[in-house]
């Protein structure tokens, strides 16, 4: 990656937003999820969303869970489909706590999990050879006093690529960031669609299930993200497909949702072994 005065004006940055679903300590939650927005160019995005929040007269935070009413839906709409039309993508991973020991792995520390998982979302995200520097904002999230966490996020990636590919990693209210909002409706979706799979939802949200149509039907997807369009059978990886309209083109990976893995975690596995007299 350039970094050098010459060559200052060729490098890459983008944006990572990035949000959180799920409670890892409580029963109720089955499911403890993490997603993020990347977009080189947020503005762009702002100023789009601006004018649908205008036209609307709507200045209220838009969330998932408030998904109930027909203006939330008709905005979260015109949101998504700023999200397919603008060169931004979505990345998410999903822990089943039941099948993820916190209190061995993490020594039940919240935080601990929370860092862990953020750093291997954004590995992901940057991949093998990183070509851009990254600022991250993150939703606000509890942290007790003399904990560092963005600090620490940050300096784990860089420390694991060797490299300076985090410039910074700052916690904001989501009410403040539009581009926040989209990156929870998304990620609500996606969970959504995968407690529908695994008949968690009893009584389905109208406007919730009208949302989670209309990403089926832009997304050319039959039968939901974990499940395959044509065997039908559940599978743990979600990668978009390249997907031709008259007006644009959505690229592959536009969306992608992996559900973790714990057996075959190289990290845990290791820590196991460590672990081991």
């Known amino acids: 990656m350039p970094t050098s005065k010459k060559d200052f004006r060729n490098i890459k940055t983008c944006f990572c937003f990035l949000d959180e679903t799920g409670l890892i300590h409580s029963d109720r939650d089955k499911f403890f999820a993490l997603g993020i927005i990347k977009c080189e160019n947020p503005e762009k995005i702002y100023n789009r969303i601006r004018k649908i929040r205008q036209k ?26 700023i999200f397919l039309k603008e060169k931004i993508e979505f990345n998410s991973i999903i822990l089943k706590k039941d ?28 991949g093998k050879n990183p070509q851009e520097l990254l600022i991250v904002l993150a939703d606000d ?29 700052c916690q904001i209210d989501s009410k403040s960031s539009d581009i926040l ?45 974990f499940i395959h369009n044509w065997t039908r059978l559940k599978i743990t990886n979600y990668v978009s497909s390249e997907i031709y309209r008259k007006e644009y083109c ?18 845990i596995k290791r820590q196991e072994s460590k672990n081991r007299p």
């Open 250 to 267: 959505i690229p592959r990976g536009k969306i992608k949702a992996s559900i973790f893995d714990a057996k075959k975690s190289i990290n």
């Open 141 to 169: 999230y509890f942290t007790p006093d003399g904990t560092d966490l963005e600090v620490t996020i940050k300096k784990f990636v860089n420390d694991h690529y060797k490299k300076f590919i985090v410039a910074g990693v």
């Open 99 to 126: 099948e993820l020991d916190f209190k061995k792995h993490y020594d039940g520390n919240l935080n601990k999990a929370y860092r862990n998982f953020s750093i291997a979302l954004l590995k992901l995200i940057i």
């Open 181 to 225: 909002q989209l990156t929870d409706l998304i990620l609500g979706a996606v969970m959504y669609d995968l407690k529908k799979r695994e008949e968690l939802i009893i009584n389905q949200n109208k406007y919730k299930r009208k949302f989670l149509n209309f990403m089926y039907q832009k997304m050319n997807i039959k039968r939901g993200f």
């Open 56 to 81: 609307y007269n709507y200045n209220e935070e838009l969330k998932w869970a408030d998904l109930n009413r027909k203006i939330r839906f008709n905005i979260a709409s015109e949101f998504f489909d």
